[in-house]
């Protein structure tokens, strides 16, 4: 991961859907959430230290709706916690809708995903900026949630921060 003076830029990243335990088409009501993808690989240290990252990713998850890609905004936000030692430490958050099932212009509602960096630097619009890209580029290169393709992602990331 890259260093810029002996520091991590980012502790973790974090790709993070609204997950509905009873299905139903009409009006689901999400109850969980559940994590797609994380970089790096071993994120224990940081979930063991900050258990309620997915929480902070949809806090408002009982009242996530599904709704139509072309209909809704993206959100962005910040969070900010504090580590063992005090100091803190920076989540930046992006809530997008996702391709569907590699169908380039399917309009079907689904709920948002949410892309989260956690990091001790507080750079949020360079962090938007880059989780935008990441957006983009999963978007275009049709990045199912179960493939290799996301070890392209992981290459990616780390070209991006070096």
């Not at 956690?118 to 580029?137: D, E, N, S, V």
Request: charged letters at 20%; one cysteine or more; a positive charge.
């Amino acid at each position: 991961m890259s260093m810029i003076g002996g520091e991590r830029l980012f502790e973790a990243f974090f790709w993070i859907a609204p997950y509905c335990s009873v299905q139903s088409l009409d009006s689901p009501r999400f109850d969980a959430t559940k994590c797609l993808w994380h970089y790096p690989e071993d994120v224990s240290r940081v979930t063991k230290e900050f258990r309620d990252i997915p929480h902070f990713c949809f806090p408002d998850l009982t009242r996530t709706k599904i709704a139509r890609p072309q209909m809704a905004l993206d959100d962005y936000f910040n969070f900010t916690l504090q580590d063992q030692e005090g100091k803190r430490v920076y989540g930046v958050c992006v809530r997008t809708f996702d391709q569907d099932l590699g169908q380039r212009y399917n309009v079907r509602r689904r709920a948002k995903q949410c892309l989260c960096i956690i990091t001790r630097r507080p750079y949020f619009a360079f962090f938007k900026a880059l989780l935008m890209q990441l957006h983009g580029i999963r978007y275009v290169c049709s990045f199912p949630s179960n493939l290799p393709s996301l070890t392209s992602l992981s290459v990616l990331l780390c070209a991006m921060l070096t």
